[in-house]
């Protein structure tokens, strides 16, 4: 039986009366035991109308709605998806109101085996891979009016009896449908853990006044009662027609990959390279890398960020550049070593430009260790190097010597359209020469992050300063760059 007590009768009396549904006339009751609300409302209506009737009168109430024997509801339920609980309630027309006054239906149709079954159908046609589901679900801010309208009509019947009742001790309707639903759900999934979380619908259309929840909740704190009574019929209207519920919609967490790559191609750009919306190459190494892992995780899309970036004519050899991919909406989300192992190798084979190594499943926290104290790493470069005046042997024992050199960086010219016009200071810790003829010799450095490599070596227009030109007195340009190393230990070495 229903947790009701002797003076709850005259309320359930007039919500009944207004046209609440049953499970929000419980509600208004502060009805918290989870198994009131979870029983057919059907059944719970009728417990009510026992409860405010007088014994006889509830038999001859219950003889009056008999169950129609050689049509289930059950039956037509499942002939009819989506019309279920409307059905069931045509049957005591006479006795319960189509749509709740308050709810607007959301606790009567939208609340009950069907949906759930349509919720966990949708969930499982998209195969994912989980351990627990998130039941989001958002309801019309207009909800807040119905319940206020609601509240102020039983207030006056309330304090005229002398009883006590708060409005925060009435259950909202979102602690009821979480409290039908969620066990629903999970028994739908055979059993999954389901969380439940309530917001509300944001109504995002152009031109049209917007109001918030919280918007709305604000309003009615301060409006004063008359001025609401004055503006809004109270108990709340019949509704026309019932709350609908729209597509159900599933994502996964995103899914963190990280790794180290290395690019062998002086013609393939890290990201896109787009120019006035046209496309410069055919290949970027993001694309290469996400492809395969797209495909593995079944994912929706992805977002890509590295320590650092190589222009496009640079290689990265060595053991790499750090690489972060966040994969959105993967639908596969559990890889063992082997697996992740065997997902490298199909990212190595499946182009000759790039290859990756230490590519494992991090978490979103641990992503943010590849950027931490970026600029106080170094890098290591080789550069090839021609030279105007012949190369002499103390030109390479003097650059040899060159230990800890500040080089005064202002933005390079070709990056000026989308980096602030500054000076940054850089330091170039060592460097070493190889003679391969009288006009070219191979540069090693050891700089700190950031340092531009091809302004160093040309000048950029006296831009950088000292720069090599300065220093070898000759005019020297960069032909060909490799980045040897990225000294950031993320992500971690994974033994072979
Ligand atoms: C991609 O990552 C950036 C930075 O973390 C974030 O601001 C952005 O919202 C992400 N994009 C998507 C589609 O998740
Ligand atoms: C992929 O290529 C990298 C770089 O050459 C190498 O270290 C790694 O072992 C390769 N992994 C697989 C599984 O092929
Ligand atoms: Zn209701």
Not at 200 to 205: C, Q, Y
Not at 220 to 231: A, G, V
Not at 286 to 295: K, N, S, V
Request: glycine residues 4%; contains cysteine; aromatic residues 6%.
């Amino acid at each position: 039986m229903l947790p009701l007590k002797d003076k709850d009768k005259p309320m359930v009396q007039m919500l009944l009366l207004a046209g609440c549904c049953a499970r929000c006339i419980l509600r208004f009751c502060c009805v918290s035991v989870h198994a009131a609300y979870r029983q057919p409302p059907q059944n719970t209506l009728k417990q009510l109308q026992a409860f405010i009737s007088d014994t006889e009168n509830s038999k001859s109430q219950d003889s009056a709605v008999p169950e129609p024997p050689e049509d289930p509801p059950s039956k037509r339920a499942k002939l009819e998806p989506g019309v279920t609980d409307a059905v069931l309630e045509r049957d005591d027309e006479a006795a319960a109101p189509r749509v709740c006054v308050v709810c607007l239906g959301i606790l009567q149709d939208m609340c009950g085996t069907s949906q759930a079954v349509k919720v966990s159908e949708a969930v499982k046609a998209e195969n994912y891979e989980f351990d627990t589901v998130v039941l989001s679900v958002s309801l019309p801010a207009q909800l807040c009016v119905r319940e206020h309208s609601c509240w102020l009509h039983v207030k006056k019947e309330v304090r005229e009896k002398g009883l006590v009742l708060d409005k925060d001790d009435v259950i909202q309707v979102k602690e009821a449908f979480k409290w039908i639903m969620q066990g629903l759900v999970a028994k739908e999934l055979g059993g999954i853990a389901v969380v439940t979380k309530v917001g509300n619908i944001h109504d995002e259309k152009k031109n049209i006044l917007v109001f918030t929840r919280m918007a709305v909740v604000k309003a009615l704190e301060k409006i004063p009662d008359f001025k609401f009574l004055k503006h809004y019929p109270c108990p709340p209207a019949q509704p026309t027609s019932s709350c609908s519920p729209q597509d159900v919609r599933c994502l996964h967490g995103s899914v963190f990959v990280a790794g180290r790559y290395n690019k062998f191609c002086r013609s393939l750009p890290q990201t896109p390279w787009v120019i006035d919306g046209e496309r410069r190459m055919e290949s970027s190494v993001e694309e290469l890398i996400a492809a395969p892992l797209l495909a593995a995780f079944r994912a929706d899309g992805f977002n890509f960020s590295s320590s650092g970036r190589e222009d496009v004519d640079v290689r990265t050899l060595g053991n790499g550049r750090p690489f972060a991919m966040e994969l959105l909406n993967p639908h596969r989300s559990r890889f063992n070593r082997a697996e992740m192992k065997q997902l490298q190798e199909t990212i190595n084979k499946s182009s000759d430009k790039i290859r990756v190594r230490d590519l494992q499943i991090v978490t979103r926290q641990a992503m943010s260790r590849m950027k931490e104290g970026e600029e106080e790493k170094t890098k290591s470069y080789t550069a090839l190097i021609w030279t105007q005046k012949p190369i002499q042997r103390e030109d390479i024992t003097f650059i040899d010597d060159i230990k800890d050199l500040t080089v005064d960086q202002k933005t390079p010219l070709r990056v000026l359209h989308r980096r602030a016009l500054a000076v940054r200071p850089r330091v170039i810790h060592s460097m070493n020469a190889r003679f391969l003829d009288p006009h070219h010799f191979y540069l090693g450095l050891k700089t700190q992050a950031g340092t531009y490599i091809k302004e160093f070596v040309h000048g950029d227009f006296g831009r950088t300063k000292p720069n090599l030109c300065q220093l070898l007195k000759t005019d020297t340009d960069i032909l060909e760059l490799d980045v040897e190393s990225v000294d950031v230990d993320w992500p971690p070495a994974i033994p072979e």
